[in-house]
């Protein structure tokens, strides 16, 4: 079955500084790959995905992540953090064709000093 | 349009007691699942569905049973509530290749 490790429960940036949230996984056909935010007390809120074609990806709120195969990463990016970034983020990868669903990673926790 | 709709939003139960978490969704989506949310483990798949009349299990389904008898709803059945079972409910749906689309939770505690 799919897997999502998330390196860092938690990322500590300044504001303005670069934003990188990093996420491998494990997939045993090619993967689809979802990156979501949860603010406090609310839902998961998708932020971008990756399906076929272009491997940079770019979502809402100024954030992108690039598929790498060979590294089987998916790495999340934003050039200059927002106090308003302060999120929980989660990776998730699906395996369409097998009927699986959603794996998520164990989340990152951001945190953006002034 | 609503999207998904899960309630109760908050509940305690003693422990052996029973309850059901009802969801539903109104964008006609196939796919729907739900997952736990517990501190450092992010989201565990419970049970999922592909379309009314058919589910199956996910990675953490003992002491929970779900149904799929209509396409909108997807209730999901604690049968003996146990404190290990304390946690944040989230349903999700979505459509065949598109991401998943997630109500706002049930919180649920088990004394």
């Known amino acids: 079955a799919q897997s999502v490790t998330q390196l860092g429960s938690h990322v500590s940036v300044s504001e303005g500084a670069l934003v990188l949230l990093r996420c491998n996984y494990s997939?045993?056909?090619?993967?689809?790959l979802f990156w979501y935010v949860q603010y406090p007390n609310q839902g998961l809120q998708l932020l971008l995905k990756?399906?076929?074609?272009?491997?940079l990806v770019k979502g809402i709120n100024g954030f992108e992540a690039e598929f790498k195969k060979s590294e089987t990463s998916f790495h999340l990016t934003k050039p200059s953090a927002h106090m308003s970034d302060a999120a929980e983020y989660f990776c998730?990868?699906?395996?369409?064709?097998?009927?699986?669903?959603?794996?998520f990673g164990a989340g990152t926790r951001l945190t953006v000093k002034p | 349009n609503a999207g998904v709709t899960q309630t109760p939003k908050f509940q305690v139960l003693k422990t052996g007691q029973s309850m059901t978490l009802q969801c539903a969704q109104d964008?006609?989506?196939?796919?729907m699942s739900w997952y736990r949310q517990d501190p450092g483990m992010g989201l565990r798949l419970i049970h999922y569905?592909?379309?009314?009349?058919?589910?199956d299990q996910g990675e953490v389904p003992n002491g929970y049973n779900v149904s799929r008898s209509t396409t909108e709803d997807f209730p999901l059945r604690l049968l003996s509530a146990a404190p290990s079972q304390t946690s944040v409910y989230f349903c999700?749906?979505?459509?065949?290749?598109?991401?998943?689309?997630f109500g706002d939770g049930t919180r649920l505690s088990i004394l």
């Open positions: 964008m006609n989506h196939e796919y």
């Open positions: 569905s592909v379309g009314a009349g058919i589910t």
């Open positions: 998730a990868v699906s395996e369409w064709g097998n009927n699986n669903d959603m794996r």
């Open positions: 990756y399906t076929t074609g272009a491997t």
């Open positions: 997939s045993s056909v090619p993967p689809y």
């Open positions: 999700a749906s979505r459509g065949r290749g598109q991401p998943q689309h």
